[in-house]
């Protein structure tokens, strides 16, 4: 009987000494990580996706928009057009959520310095819903004006300056939608022309292979007459539409695509683009991404 007795008392004691521990166990909370990267390249055809490369990687980019298409089989569809744009720059991740660029473009010679940086990333449990970062550039007109066929650089009233929110959430493995708001402003432009441009534009990625997508941007100047310097709108700039097929791999991006704006710079487009998709205003072009890790 005592016997049974200690075996229950034991057993009794162990229950206990479990529950207590389980009552004073703090619970572990789960870390909400942020979602793997839904792009492979810091571009979106002519804007700028809400990805940073990871640190010390080196991006590559060589873009190329060739002439207009209306001109039909005498030019190839403008692919042999002379009126090509093209760009080569690059970019570098020194820390975390930071890029830093430089490019420079044939039209106009534009020299532009880039800096990005994401503010938050979306994690995977929504704590936070969005990836939100901010993108921005210092451009140079380097046209020679002088005729001595050299490139210039020096004055003020050859820079511009572009400034860029971009909000973007993937909503599953297969899509991904962007939303940006942007500013430019030139030291100097035409007498008809604003110093000032608020743009707002949308994209998306529609993934439907491991390697390839559907991307899709649409960029609105927007006509605000509170920050207009004339009374009326002269030569408004036109929206810029874009499709692309992406195909990319693990260090490669690659995208050809129709564009309505032949302009690299976004400050460029935003101001200038008097190419109207709607009645054909179109070109092919195409964007390579090599990505090295140090």
């Known amino acids: 009987m005592k016997k049974i007795l200690f075996s229950i008392f034991l057993t009794a004691a162990f229950s206990i000494s479990m529950l207590a521990q389980d009552t004073i166990t703090p619970e572990v909370k789960v870390k909400d990580k942020p979602i793997r990267p ?50 080569i720059g690059f970019s570098y991740t020194p820390i975390k959520n930071l890029q830093v660029g430089y490019g420079i473009a044939k039209q106009n010679m534009y020299s532009d310095f880039s800096a990005k940086y994401v503010i938050f990333e979306q994690t995977r449990n929504n704590t936070f819903p969005v990836t939100l970062a901010a993108f921005g550039n210092i451009a140079i007109n380097g046209n020679d004006t002088t005729g001595t066929g050299m490139l210039n650089f020096y004055g003020a009233k050859r820079l511009s300056f572009y400034g860029q929110l971009i909000a973007s959430r993937k909503f599953a493995d297969w899509c991904v939608i962007q939303i940006n708001g942007s500013m430019s402003h030139f030291n100097a432009v035409d007498s008809l022309y604003d110093h000032d441009k608020i743009s707002v534009g949308i994209s998306g990625k529609f993934q439907f292979s491991p390697q390839s997508s559907i991307l899709v941007s649409y960029d609105q100047p927007l006509k605000i007459q509170s920050i207009a310097e004339h009374l009326e709108f002269h030569n408004p700039s036109k929206p810029n539409l874009t499709v692309a097929w992406e195909i990319s791999t693990s260090t490669h991006t690659f995208q050809i695509y129709i564009a309505s704006a032949d302009g690299f710079l976004p400050q460029q487009n935003a101001m200038y683009n008097q190419n109207d998709f709607t009645t054909g205003d179109l070109m092919f072009g195409f964007t390579i991404t090599r990505l090295w890790s140090f």
């Open 38 to 87: 839904p792009f492979q390249s810091g571009w979106m055809i002519d804007n700028q996706t809400a990805y940073v490369s990871s640190p010390k990687t080196l991006e590559l980019d060589i873009q190329h928009k060739f002439g207009k298409m209306d001109n039909g089989f005498s030019d190839l569809f403008g692919i042999y057009a002379p009126a090509a744009n093209i760009r």
